[in-house]
Structures are given as structure tokens and as C-alpha cells.
């Protein structure tokens, strides 16, 4: 199920009903547990609506990662915990392995063998790939490794784990939560505040507005560049790498702040995901504030056990490019992927330096640097979103050898791009200069208004509502 | 105070609604906007047709046209008089992939055939030479029905020497079962688009509907409120999967269609075979047959409904229904297809030809009607 689908629309509203009455009907501690019963059932049928069959992955999952952690619990010798831990990283691995890698490594390898004159005859499996996957699987591996360390206690009330694991706003899409901040808010009785419930109501428009508005109505423009075998001008591989950049924005952004609102309608909080990420000026910083819950679970469990920068500089060199192509191939299995994490992980080498020093500006060398910094970063999204590698050296090409700026496409690409974009960036603005990504809620009462009633409207008179998935659900 | 902030709210939302307004009638073109929809006006006969003299620009985030319709209601700058000596007339019939509002006149298929045609005439070295005139006679939302009465209406009086009958296999038969009553009844004046009959209709009065119609803003919202109900209604008898003329097995109405389709086409060709013109059909595909990631999402959605897609089952369909017609038959999907990978030849957002595509569609028109005698 998609947030943006109509099947969305009665289940939330029915769910959230039900949800509401389990305290008033049973009290406080059984209101608790049937909360939970109500959520994991919801949050199972949730995932059902996209392949029922695919639950049995997503239970087997929880089941053995709820038996590592207890085992782990139960046992003493670090050897012995050491080797169920390992356990069961090996299994959520496999998972991931299996159905994300599996053809992309067997067909890989059988090309290289071709190339050297053998032929493999691989069997090669047309696996479906299970929605989320990569998000379920480094929730339950950050839970196991966390018990392993001794972070935190191991929950004994399976139904409480698995709500953890499957909680329906962030199964699909993220963000990839930590026990340590959801489990607690699962195991006690939960309080909705009226702050919650308005915050949690904007968070879900805006999210909307991000998704429907800007997403989906940049989607076709990008598109249009980036499809297979085109050979636009220059500029306009320019403006179309742009429309990508705030249509990935928009699109993930946009479902973390739909899931964040409707977690907070339930009093359950879930970490911010995105923090004005075209507003920095060095890589480092765009990785505080893009898809933060990943960039933290590869540094707590990639970079710092590689040896982050404890060792040499050129030990940390190496665990920051190790860590950005391990990133990249998690989100998918193709080489643009891997290119992507690796241009990511040299930019970050390359600014490492330099990170303190470019933060502190201010005046021209400060807008400057952003400009630097947005251009970088798309230039990864170039990577990142071209068909494949080939087709990057076409469009990076007309970049620099067919520019063209009198070829530029006014009516179908750069017109709608100004349009879907500037509202947003009128948004970001506020919220950047207060430092608060729920700034609008704090603005006057009349400038509060005009912004709800234009977000509703845009979205209304606009918005593209042909229910088109989430990018994010892809990896 | 809470009646201080409910005025607020309103007051907020009135100025916004005005704002919204006026931007939509400056800029933002839609096939709902009053400026496109007096494109059309009602016919007794056919439900509604293209308004003589009508002229409006199209907007949309793809594309920005210019569209004039002539004193005959069809889509050309020019007027048509009476033939003269040494021209052939070809009419091009059809639904909006003939009209084409998505490009200008002269990008459109029928305006490069008569290019085509003409400059091949005068690089001829023996013979006469003879001026070709190609009308666009294509109405948005018309099917074989609605192009069959049109022709009798309006372009027989165009005295062409060729008609050419477009068949957009993706929607025709369903067009035609929808339609079947106006071959009977001759004098309906209900169009098969909703959206367009809703706006055309003069019979319903009703002072809301008025008031609606006379706003961008509320037509819009309209228009979403129709897509909500229509989505929910479907979810309470569960849908039959779409895009039945693709289906494997397909409903009992798509062989009726097919059957309507035949019929029409053979009626424009008795028809202008009374006045010594010939005929000939030009079949256009979907864009999902062309294009692989379309083609991969349609599956997807319509397997999700329990159907299963045979991408090109609708040509085959046509094809097969009008093979036992003498009437020269060309389909234009071969050609689409081969001209990918490269630039689109159909639009992202709809299932209309880009430029490239009409150029496509013009060679094979060309190649067709030459091989044809012309």
C-alpha cells in the first residue's frame, strides 16, 4: 500500500479509530497491548496490500532476529554471542543478498566470463524484490548488533518486537529506526498531545505536498531527459538533473514526512530524515541532512567498526569510500549505483579537509560554496538516476560538448521546473532560517493560514494523482 | 475569537481561490478551461464538434500550441473552397491523435504528408503534375461512430479524392460500443467523453453546474472529485481489468466494437466511393506498445486486477476485423516501434504523438498513399 493510494485513505482513518478507542475501552495497560495487537496486524496488512506473499519474509525476519537478541541475552561467553550475532547478520544478509544481488552478481559474472572466452550458464532467477526489504533488514540488524553490544536490553514481548520491525509508517520506505528509539515509545503507554496531533497533520500535507506536487510533477520532466538512448542539449540535461534532484527530494522526503505525521497522530515520534539538504556547502554536511537515519546506521555500524577515523588518514580514507560504495549498493544493484556511492565517498575524501574551514564563510564565499555544493551534488544524481553507465557518459558528454544554452527548453522543462519548485524553496527558506523543520507551525497566525490554504490548493489544483510509487520502495 | 480565525480562514481561502483563478486563465490551459473547451460546440447529430472559427492556446507543461479552427470547423488556418483543377484531396479522419493539439498545425501528421506529397510532385519529372490538399478532419474524443457522421456532416463536402480513416486501436471499439446508439438514432447529443459532453451540454441547467463550469478553480476540483467517486464506485463492484481490447480474454462488447468499427469504416467507404473517392485505414497503436517502461507498468497494474495484457492484441484485433474489408489497411506501429531508442515519439503525460512521432507516422502515410496510386 502506497500512501498517496485510496486504499491509504480508509485505512489510516480506520486504523487510527480503532487505535484511539483501545485506551478508553480497556485501560491503560491492556489499551497498551491491544494498540500494539491493532498496530502489528495493520502494519502487516499494510505490507500485504503490495504481495502477501512476501510476509513470510518479513515474519521469518523478526521471528529469528527476536531469538539472536534473547539468545544473546541468555548467554555469556562473548565468543558464543559473538557467533549468534553473526548469525544472524549472515541471514538478514542473505536475504538481501538473495533477492536485491542475486542476478545483478550472476549476470555480472557471466559477462566477465564471456568476455574471457567461458560460458557460464548460471541459472538466473527473475526474483521479485520484496518492498522494503533493505529498510527491514537494517532496522533488525541495528537491534541484534545493539543487544551484542550491551546498548540496550533485548525485548522479551514478541509482539512489542515485531510491531518494532513492521510498524507500518516506516516499514516500506524508511526511516530505519533504532530500538533504542522505538522500542521504549512501543513498550510504554503513549500520550498524544495536541502539538503532536497539529505538527503530525502538517507533516502529512506537506508530505503530500512534497510527494504529489513536486515529485510526481517533475518525475515526467526528468524522465524525458534521462530516458534510454536520448540525446538532449546540454542544458537541457541540466534542468533535467535538476527536476531529479527535487523529484527525489520531494518523492523521499515526502514519505518520510508522511510517515513522521502519522506516527505522530498515534504519539509515536520517528526520527527526522531530512534537514534542507540543498542548503549545505560540503558533503559532509549534506550527509547530517539526507536520509540521516541511513547515513547514521553506516556510521554507527560500517564506518566506526572499520575504524572510522581513528587510524591513519589514509585508514580513514579508505573506511569513508568502503562505507559510501557499501551506501550506494544499497540502493540497488547496478553499477550507476556503485559509481554513486564511489563519487560520494571521493567527495567526502576530497572535503575532508577542507569541511570546517568551507562551513565557516559567510557573504559571497558562503552562497558560492552552496552553489559548488548543489551542483556536486547533482552531478551524483546524474549518476545516480541515468538508465546506465553509458548512457551517463552520453548525457555528461552533451554536458560539456553540445551545452547549447539557445536550445534550452522553456515551455517543457524550464517553466514547470521554476513552478513546482519555488514553493518549496520559499518553505525551506523559512524553515532553514529558523532552524526548524516545523517553522510554518510557528509562523503568525496569518502567514500560518496562507500557508495551509496554498499548500491545499496547490495540491488540489495540481497535484499529479496518479498514484505513482514512492522511488524509495525500489531499494 | 475562534469567529475571528473561521473569518480569517475564509478570508485567506477566497483571496487564494481569486489568485488561483486568475493564474489558471492566464497560464494555466486545460482541456477542462473555458478558453479549450470553446473549442467545441453541440451538434445534433454527433453530440459536438469543433467550433468554426474558434481559435485558443494550448499550454501544458510539454507543450505550447496555437490551435485555429477554420470557417468549416476543421483544424486548418485556410478555409476550403471549392477543389480546383489539378488538386487531390486527401481527409483525414479520426479522434485527437489526427487533431493533434499537442503540436502546431505544421508539425502535425497530416500537414508533413502534404509537404511530403506535394515536394515529391514537384521534383517529378514526367507527367502532370497534381497540388495535394490534406485536411485534418480529427475532433478530440471522437471513435469510428462520431468520424463516420462527421464525415457525412461536415468533410464529404470537402469532395476528397482519399479519405483516410484513423483507428486508435487503443480506445476505438470501446469508443464505438459507447457510441453505437448515434448510428441509430442519428440525432443524439451525447458525446462518449464525459468530461467534454458535462461541459458542452446546453440541456442541463442547473445554476451550480454554471458556476462551476465559468471556473478553472472549481472545474479542476470537479475533475478530481469525479476521478475520487469513480475510483471509490470501483472498489465496491471490483473492476474488470482495464484496457479490455488488449485483454486475453476480452469482454463481449470489444468483438461488438470491433464489429461497429467494421461497419463504419465500410459505410465511409461506400460513401465516398459514391463520389469517386477512395479509402484507406491508417491503425494507431498506444503508447504502451512502443514504449518498454510504459509497456512494463500497464502490465503491472493490470495484472494487479487479476487481467493479463497482450501488448499488442488490439492491432491484431483491428486488423483481423478489417481484413475482410477491401479497403487498403496500414498499421503504424512497426514503424513507432522501430524508431525507439531515441527521441519520444509519443508524450510522457499523454498518449499523444510528439513531433517525431507524426514525422513517423507522415513517412508511412506517405510511403502508403504512393504505393497506393495516390
Not at chain 2, 24 to 44: C, N, T, V, Y
Not at chain 2, 51 to 63: C, K, L, S
Not at chain 2, 192 to 205: F, P, R
Not at chain 2, 300 to 307: K, S
Amino acid at each position: 500500500m502506497v500512501f498517496n493510494s485510496l486504499q491509504f485513505l480508509w485505512f489510516f482513518p480506520v486504523v487510527y479509530a480503532l487505535y484511539r478507542a483501545c485506551t478508553p475501552l480497556f485501560g491503560v495497560d491492556r489499551g497498551l497491548r491491544a494498540e500494539n495487537g491493532l498496530l502489528l496486524v495493520a502494519s502487516y496488512y499494510f505490507y500485504a496490500a503490495w504481495d502477501y506473499r512476501f510476509l513470510a519474509l518479513l515474519a521469518a525476519s523478526t521471528i529469528v532476529d527476536y531469538s539472536c537478541g534473547l539468545a544473546m541475552n541468555r548467554l555469556t561467553r562473548e565468543r558464543q554471542r559473538r557467533v549468534i550475532m553473526a548469525l544472524s547478520i549472515a541471514f538478514n544478509l542473505s536475504l538481501l543478498g538473495f533477492f536485491k544481488y542475486f542476478n545483478f552478481f550472476a549476470d555480472n559474472l557471466a559477462a566477465l566470463a564471456a568476455a574471457l572466452g567461458w560460458r557460464l550458464d548460471f541459472v538466473t532467477l527473475r526474483v521479485l524484490l520484496p518492498i522494503g526489504i533493505s529498510f527491514y533488514t537494517f532496522v533488525t540488524m541495528s537491534y541484534v548488533i545493539d543487544v551484542y553490544r550491551r546498548d540496550i536490553q533485548p525485548t522479551r514481548n514478541f509482539v512489542d518486537f515485531a510491531v518494532f520491525v513492521a510498524y507500518f509508517p516506516h516499514l516500506v520506505a524508511g526511516p530505519i529506526l533504532r530500538a533504542t528509539k522505538l522500542l521504549p515509545q512501543i513498550q510504554r503507554p503513549r500520550r498524544i498531545t495536541g502539538e503532536q496531533i497539529r505538527s503530525g497533520l502538517w507533516l502529512i500535507a506537506w508530505g503530500f505536498f512534497q510527494k504529489i506536487f513536486v515529485a510526481d510533477n517533475l518525475a515526467p520532466l526528468a524522465s524525458r531527459v534521462f530516458a534510454h538512448g536520448s540525446h538532449p542539449a546540454g542544458v537541457n540535461v541540466l534542468l533535467g538533473v535538476y527536476a531529479f534532484a527535487f523529484q527525489i527530494y520531494g518523492d523521499f522526503a515526502g514519505y518520510s514526512n508522511i510517515a513522521r505525521g502519522t506516527s505522530k497522530l498515534m504519539g509515536i515520534e520517528l526520527i527526522e530524515n531530512f534537514r534542507f539538504p540543498y542548503l549545505v556547502r560540503t558533503p559532509q554536511a549534506f550527509w547530517r541532512h539526507w536520509h540521516i537515519s541511513l547515513s547514521t546506521w553506516l556510521r554507527d555500524y560500517l564506518y566506526i567498526p572499520l575504524g572510522g577515523s581513528r587510524g591513519t588518514e589514509r585508514q580513514t580514507r579508505r573506511n569513508l569510500i568502503i562505507t559510501m560504495l557499501l551506501g550506494g549498493l544499497w540502493h540497488g544493484a547496478a553499477w550507476t549505483f556503485v559509481l554513486w556511492g564511489f563519487y560520494q565517498g571521493v567527495l567526502l575524501v576530497l572535503f575532508r579537509p577542507h569541511a570546517a574551514i568551507i562551513e565557516s564563510w559567510s557573504g559571497i564565499r558562503r552562497i558560492a560554496a552552496w552553489v559548488v555544493m548543489f551542483h556536486l551534488t547533482c552531478a551524483g544524481w546524474l549518476i545516480f538516476r541515468a538508465p546506465s553507465i553509458r548512457d551517463f557518459a552520453a548525457l555528461t558528454g552533451g554536458l560539456f560538448s553540445n551545452f547549447a544554452p539557445s536550445a534550452v527548453d522553456v515551455t517543457g522543462l524550464l517553466v514547470p521546473l521554476v513552478l513546482y519548485v519555488t514553493p518549496l524553496a520559499v518553505i525551506h527558506l523559512v524553515e532553514a532560517r529558523a532552524d526548524d523543520v516545523l517553522a510554518v507551525l510557528r509562523l503568525p497566525v496569518g502567514a500560518r493560514y496562507f500557508v495551509y490554504s496554498a499548500t491545499l490548493y496547490l495540491i488540489l489544483l495540481f497535484g499529479n494523482f496518479g498514484g505513482a510509487e514512492f522511488i524509495y520502495f525500489q531499494f | 475569537m475562534r469567529g475571528r480565525r473561521a473569518l480569517l480562514v475564509v478570508a485567506i481561502a477566497a483571496v487564494q481561490f481569486a489568485m488561483f483563478e486568475a493564474a489558471l486563465r492566464i497560464w494555466g490551459h486545460s482541456e477542462a478551461a473555458p478558453s479549450f473547451q470553446a473549442l467545441f460546440m453541440p451538434d445534433p447529430v454527433i453530440g459536438y464538434r469543433l467550433r468554426p472559427n474558434a481559435r485558443t492556446r494550448f499550454v501544458t507543461a510539454e507543450f505550447d500550441t496555437t490551435i485555429a479552427i477554420n470557417s468549416q470547423g476543421v483544424r486548418d488556418d485556410r478555409n476550403i473552397g471549392p477543389k480546383p483543377a489539378g488538386e487531390r484531396r486527401i481527409v483525414v479522419l479520426g479522434d485527437s491523435l489526427v487533431l493533434s493539439v499537442q503540436v502546431d498545425a505544421r508539425q502535425t501528421f497530416c500537414h508533413l504528408l502534404e509537404e511530403r506529397l506535394n515536394a515529391s510532385e514537384t521534383s517529378r519529372a514526367d507527367g502532370p503534375r497534381v497540388h495535394y490538399r490534406v485536411i485534418n478532419a480529427g475532433v478530440q474524443g471522437y471513435g469510428p461512430v462520431e468520424e463516420l457522421l462527421f464525415y457525412r456532416e461536415v468533410a464529404r463536402a470537402f469532395a476528397p479524392d482519399l479519405v483516410i480513416e484513423t483507428i486508435f486501436v487503443g480506445n476505438d471499439a470501446e469508443d464505438a460500443v459507447a457510441s453505437a446508439a448515434k448510428l441509430a438514432a442519428h440525432a443524439s447529443t451525447t458525446p462518449n467523453d464525459s468530461s467534454l459532453s458535462d461541459a458542452l451540454s446546453e440541456s442541463v441547467i442547473s445554476r451550480l453546474r454554471r458556476i462551476v463550469r465559468r471556473s478553472m478553480v472549481l472545474q479542476v476540483l470537479r475533475l478530481r472529485v469525479v476521478s475520487v467517486t469513480d475510483r471509490l464506485s470501483n472498489w465496491a463492484s471490483p473492476p474488470e481489468p482495464p484496457l479490455q481490447t488488449y485483454a486475453e480474454k476480452p469482454a463481449a462488447r470489444i468483438a461488438d466494437g470491433l464489429r461497429i468499427s467494421r461497419q463504419c469504416v465500410e459505410a465511409i467507404a461506400a460513401d465516398a466511393a459514391g463520389i469517386h473517392a477512395r479509402t484507406m485505414v491508417l491503425l494507431i497503436p498506444a503508447r504502451f506498445q512502443v514504449d518498454e517502461a510504459d509497456y512494463g507498468h500497464l502490465k503491472e497494474a493490470v495484472e494487479g486486477t487479476g487481467g493479463h495484457l497482450i501488448r499488442d492484441a488490439a492491432s491484431a484485433r483491428f486488423n483481423e476485423a478489417l481484413s475482410t474489408l477491401a479497403i487498403p489497411r496500414i498499421d503504424a506501429l512497426p514503424a513507432l516501434r522501430a524508431a525507439l531508442p531515441g527521441p519520444d515519439v509519443f508524450f510522457q503525460q499523454t498518449v499523444h504523438l510528439t513531433p517525431r512521432g507524426h514525422q513517423i507516422v507522415a513517412a508511412v502515410l506517405d510511403e502508403f498513399v504512393r504505393r497506393q496510386g495516390g
